[in-house]
């Protein structure tokens, strides 16, 4: 079991002022290998992130999509230090920020990282924020800890950064409590929170869930200002495939605590390879302008396994209508799916790649997809 070790020199590198490789983006600041994060229960062991492998640069963005339950969340708890352990308990591989352990570094350059260098806008607003506080005490903390800003200043930037997220009123409700907030306007909260500090990483954990559509389209702009402004990484964690499209340069999809595709926007979106991608397209409504157009979803079959006891060979194979014998005798190994292009995504699937098993499918889950652009040509951008 990893504990955080008081000894060992894990001091993070922000930068010594003059070439910074990974603000660079030469360098990946976040590099996660093969983590996996079990919990002991008494019912047994639930595997809730097993083997989760990504890069990310400066200035990037990566989208991680699949069911509730895929282990999406934990694995951003994990990365941040928040889970605990027991019950938790990390089995294998590491976590760098910056080339630095994030697993084994001690809880000291855990608290200057945590919410400095790598935020996180949580899930649950409801419960994120602490409501014996004021708004503005709690925005302003986090800017007097890693900024060094007096009360005064710290207070002014919170007013702001309320402001920023489209709170109205700002100098009036920085002032009152949690309680006194809708749950869209906690949600605004915390993402203020996690942009205060301007960080290197932010991980946004489904930021716009509880926000109405306008507003949900603010928030993305104003992370993807950020972004210009920092040259910031982002990790958005969501179910809204059209948000990925929009803004992710790279597309993680996880399903049963691993990741079963993995590769950039256009290859995931219009060259998927993995059976569950093709599930997640066909679930969703056709993009059409014609209104009478009547389009039949294709949903996923039965529900996500257990994940104390999951099924043997490929995890999705009880769901999969085109599963055969290897699928449930065999766990497959990640597959590199090359395109003309000489561009590459990643699918763990015996079958990935093989166009007499994918065409027809893939073609026809396809054809329920988001409303994204054309899919470019063979070897041009996005």
């Known amino acids: 079991m990893f504990k955080r070790n008081k000894a060992e020199n894990t001091k993070f590198d922000f930068g010594d002022g003059t070439i910074d490789n990974y603000a660079l983006g030469k360098k990946p600041l976040l590099e996660v290998q093969d983590l996996k994060m079990h919990f002991h229960t008494r019912d047994g062991v639930v595997k809730a992130v097993n ?20 282990g999406k969340s934990v694995t951003a708890m994990t990365l941040m230090g928040l889970i605990d352990m027991p019950p938790g308990k990390i089995e294998g591989g590491d976590a760098l ?50 900024k060094g800003m007096k009360k005064k200043e710290a207070w002014a930037r919170a007013v702001e950064l309320l402001h920023m997220v489209g709170i109205p009123n700002p100098e009036i409700r ?63 964690i969501t179910h809204d495939l059209g948000v990925v499209a929009d803004m992710a340069d790279d597309v993680l999809v996880m ?16 060259k998927p390879s993995h059976p569950y991608t093709w599930g997640l397209m066909g679930s969703l409504p056709q993009s059409s302008g014609d209104l009478a157009q009547k389009t039949e979803l294709l949903p996923i079959e039965g529900m996500p396994p257990s994940l104390i006891d999951l099924p043997s060979g490929c995890t ?22 090359v395109h003309e292009s000489g561009k590459s995504h990643t699918a763990r699937c015996h079958f990935a790649g093989d166009a007499g098993f994918t065409k027809e499918d893939m073609e026809k889950a396809l054809s329920n997809t988001v409303a994204v652009s054309a899919p470019p040509a063979e070897g041009g951008g996005a």
């Open 255 to 270: 399903y049963a605590g691993r990741p079963v595709e993995f590769g950039s926007v256009d290859d995931v979106f219009y």
């Open 316 to 337: 999705f194979h009880p769901r999969c209508p085109y599963a055969k014998e290897i699928c449930v005798k065999e766990d497959p190994c990640s597959k590199e799916i």
């Open 51 to 70: 083997g989760v492998s990504y890069s990310l640069s400066a200035g990037k963005t990566l989208g991680i999509v699949g069911e509730s339950g895929s």
């Open 174 to 236: 920085v002032k009152e409590y949690p309680h006194q907030f809708s749950g869209g306007m906690r949600q605004r909260v915390m993402i203020a929170m996690a942009l205060a500090c301007d960080p290197d990483v932010l991980i946004a954990d489904e930021p716009t869930t509880a926000l109405d559509v306008t507003i949900q389209a603010q928030i993305i702009q104003l992370m993807q200002d950020l972004q210009k402004k920092s040259n910031s990484a982002i990790i958005m």
């Open 97 to 146: 920020y910056r080339g630095k352990s994030l697993i084994t570094a001690d809880e000291r350059d855990m608290r200057n990282v945590r919410g400095n260098k790598v935020a996180m806008i949580f899930q649950d607003p409801m419960t994120s924020l602490n409501p014996v506080y004021k708004v503005g005490h709690q925005l302003a903390e986090p800017l007097r800890i890693h």
